[in-house]
């Protein structure tokens, strides 16, 4: 982790100006295309090519259990967890489709799922690859990646030991590594694991410094009295462990999940091999403020790909300085956000590397006032 | 143009039940995509259909001049309007390029240029159709329906007469019969016409009420000395003309332009014909306030495609009671952000027709609390 983390460097300046100069001499006022000129500028400055190209993406779905479920914060039953790890590998899930829709492959990552894929009596893990991978056709390829069988409930002790956190982000370190080496340039971030707005919640009032009331929603959808109780969870949880802010594998050991780690390492390997990270919503946006936490500089490679519904995602957000390109009202995780988000972030590129120039164009560029 | 409007009926609310069922029974919390189930509920209804597909998708970019412009009220010169017509017939706009991406068809109409295209000695309109459509390769495809040769100045008098007014709505209304004829089930607005956004800030304030100073912004770019002879040219063509805000004709005919009038056009032949047509900014936002004037049961046929940085933009989607899908400070036309939100339209879209039920993918739908 610390080898992957001292490679990162802040994105240059001068490769937003040069993509600036390209884009000012297109056949449109300056600035009118708003946001995608900016995501077609960052991209030009994260992989310091002038006229980079997107030709493979990939969303990463990280999954795991939580220990913290027992104290009745979800309104799903923890047994969906492997439930719809089967459906993101028959490619029946919204991140199936959207990735479909935006030309991304899904990668299912099993890092900490309180099931036993192995034995699972599944034909769709069966034709497993040597490398761990198993093809799902339209669906999602399944890699087992287990570091813990959920989580610890963080209401008792810490949800994991520091070295099991490490682990969980040198999942995602490794896969950024061999995905970058695959030819893939493009990463989304994507996350299941029933419960795990709980953890989020927890990790986003601990990084910001903001009362867990004020970073704590409905999740998939709990009632009044459950996200009082979620909220005193939470806020017990925290004051038991005492995570401390300014070193973020405590927190996320203490008060994390394995799918929150690993979107983490994910962030941490994408920056260091200059690869732009799509982040999704608020699960995923917890594991990036602990990328942040680890080494502000990731953030140069990060791009949000939507505002979620959950009350805690701005809040984390404005920390890092990211505004999200999209705002629909999703809050269903997965990596949908990323995949809708990787739609625009081409439409970008496609601006700046398609559209003619005013020379080429013989259209007029004076201004005349 | 009365009989397209009598055939225009209200969506019934019976077909956003049945959408609304068999979102709930697919594999995600309930209301968990948000706006894209909402999409996805809205096409239903228009179409009708309990599957709807959209296969073919076209994006009608208008193109007409303004004899406002002799006031200084643009950044550019308005030969740029012919120019520009030249780059989408060889592919080389913005709108190209986004259309390309989004998987839509460009098709240029001429309603009101002030420039003779049939003499243009240009190789790209020697090959026409005797429909009188040219091909132009990746590019747009040129339809000439010409009704005036730029509006006049509104300063000095009426921008157009009311017979010119209701040609350039029936030039919208014939492309939309003829499209859905050919199979297009999705249609997006576009506009090209240096200084539209003067008429267009005129309409905003006659059809909203509120004060010119208020919906009239920068267009392409204009310095604050210039805004403020916009706004001063606005308010004395207001006056002089006196359009009639319960007369939309009227007021499209005094203050309008030949694009816009279009664009209102299309609007009405869609909701006709029960197809869907997303909106673009600024310039097609007053265009659809005009087809609302003049029928307000289209609204239900509307999907308003983003939010533009021109502050006239959302007194008008509010009015009409549209919240628009993308806000990513967009300010070019052309259709540019109608073709972004067709992705997000077709997310919705597939989102229901491709996700797995509970009972397809073996997910437990009970929830706990």
């Given at each position: 982790m610390q080898d992957t983390i001292r490679k990162i460097e802040s994105v240059r300046p001068e490769f937003f100006e040069r993509a600036q100069k390209r884009l000012d001499n297109l056949t449109k006022p300056p600035g009118s295309l708003g946001r995608l000129e900016d995501l077609a500028k960052q991209l030009v400055a994260i992989t310091e090519n002038t006229m980079p190209a997107i030709e493979r993406k990939v969303v990463f779905t990280f999954a795991g259990d939580h220990g913290v479920t027992e104290e009745g914060v979800?309104?799903?039953?923890?047994?969906v967890t492997p439930q719809m790890v089967f459906n993101f590998i028959r490619g029946g899930a919204g991140i199936n489709v959207l990735a479909r829709h935006a030309g991304a492959e899904v990668i299912v990552v099993d890092v900490g799922v309180d099931h036993d894929f192995n034995t699972s009596p599944s034909p769709l893990l069966t034709n497993s690859r040597p490398d761990g991978a198993a093809k799902g056709g339209l669906g999602g390829v399944f890699l087992s990646r287990k570091v813990v069988r959920g989580t610890k409930n963080m209401m008792k002790g810490p949800a994991m030991t520091k070295d099991e956190a490490q682990q969980c982000i040198q999942v995602g370190i490794d896969l950024a590594s061999a995905y970058v080496q695959k030819g893939y340039q493009l990463f989304g971030t994507g996350d299941m694991g029933i419960g795990n707005t709980t953890p989020s919640s927890a990790i986003a009032s601990v990084m910001t410094g903001r009362a867990v009331a004020d970073v704590t929603g409905r999740g998939t959808g709990i009632n009044d009295e459950s996200l009082k109780r979620k909220i005193e969870v939470i806020e017990e949880s925290i004051r038991l462990n005492s995570p401390d802010p300014a070193d973020a594998l405590d927190v996320l050991a203490k008060v994390g999940g394995a799918e929150i780690g690993a979107i983490a390492g994910l962030i941490l390997g994408a920056a260091s091999h200059r690869i732009a990270v799509v982040i999704d919503g608020f699960i995923s946006t917890a594991g990036a403020i602990i990328a942040y936490g680890l080494e502000p500089k990731t953030r140069d490679y990060m791009i949000a790909g939507h505002s979620s519904v959950e009350i805690g995602h701005r809040a984390m957000l404005e920390k890092m300085g990211l505004s999200p390109i999209?705002?629909?009202?999703?809050?269903?995780?997965?990596?949908t956000g990323a995949a809708l988000a990787m739609l625009m972030i081409e439409a970008g590129l496609r601006i700046y590397r398609e559209m003619a120039t005013f020379g080429e164009a013989g259209v007029s560029d004076d201004i005349v006032n």
């Open positions: 979800s309104a799903y039953p923890k047994e999209l705002d629909l009202n999703l809050r269903l995780g997965e990596g």
